[in-house]
């Protein structure tokens, strides 16, 4: 058994789709009969936004009397939900000039309603429910998230090893390889490495495998794409068996 360390810079790769999230990249030596890949490290500039189309948060539908309206954002990274909600409102009052989302003394987002109507209906959305708080679809007597507000939901991202026979590491269909966690924001770098956290490997399920080109996609926790990203680095350690001649 052995174990080579292959280090990948995404500018020294191929993006799929010109992204920096999909990239490929070809083995100059490839590697036959892989068993286990391991990730060593990665180095992250952290540039995506987190109010994105890709995963809804950058939108939500408001029903009130009967009618329906769609609230659809810019694409930003916010740091602040004053901001957020005064952008909300901007676009909120160009249709419905009675209502405006705001934040209350115990810091959770409440709907001020100036008007006559008594229920406010909402279809589903990330934005609403991750990221503003609310879990309910009508309210007609408290205007109140029942949850606290969560600018920074982005806690980890999913690297995913596309094209490769690998045991599922995720629950369910969830695209994951490696799970990498975030304490980083928007503007750093991130830097994970295998000592100072905890180790991860994919078990490939062909042993005869050959591994020639690797194809790296990054998703967020919802397993929608991410975009807006900066180049970046890793490390694999990749465990084979060596043919003896």
Do not use: W
């Not at 926790?221 to 465990?239: E, H, I, P, Q």
């Amino acid at each position: 058994m052995h174990i080579d360390l292959l280090h990948f810079d995404t500018l020294l790769g191929s993006y799929n789709n010109n992204s920096v999230y999909d990239c490929t990249f070809v083995l100059s030596n490839p590697l036959r009969n892989v068993q286990k890949i391991y990730l060593k490290s990665i180095e992250l500039p952290i540039s995506f936004n987190n109010i994105r189309s890709a995963n809804g948060t950058n939108t939500f539908k408001i029903t009130v009397n009967a009618v329906t309206y769609t609230i659809t954002l810019n694409e930003y990274s916010y740091t602040s939900i004053n901001t957020l909600l005064n952008d909300i409102n901007t676009q909120v009052q160009l249709v419905l000039p009675n209502i405006s989302f705001t934040l209350n003394s115990n810091k959770k987002v409440t709907i001020t309603n100036t008007g006559t109507a008594t229920t406010i209906v909402f279809s589903p959305s990330r934005l609403l429910n991750v990221v503003l708080g609310f879990t309910q679809l009508s309210y007609s007597t408290s205007f109140i998230a029942e949850n606290n507000y969560l600018l920074a939901y982005d806690n980890y991202i999913s690297m995913y090893l596309q094209d490769i026979p690998v045991k599922s590491t995720g629950y369910s269909n969830q695209l994951i390889s490696f799970k990498i966690p975030l304490n980083a924001v928007n503007g750093m770098v991130y830097y994970l490495q295998e000592f100072n956290s905890f180790s991860q490997s994919v078990e490939i399920t062909d042993k005869n495998y050959v591994l020639n080109r690797l194809r790296v996609v990054l998703y967020d926790r919802f397993g929608c794409k991410l975009s807006n990203g900066l180049d970046y680095t890793f490390s694999l350690a990749v465990n084979y068996h060596r043919s003896e001649i």
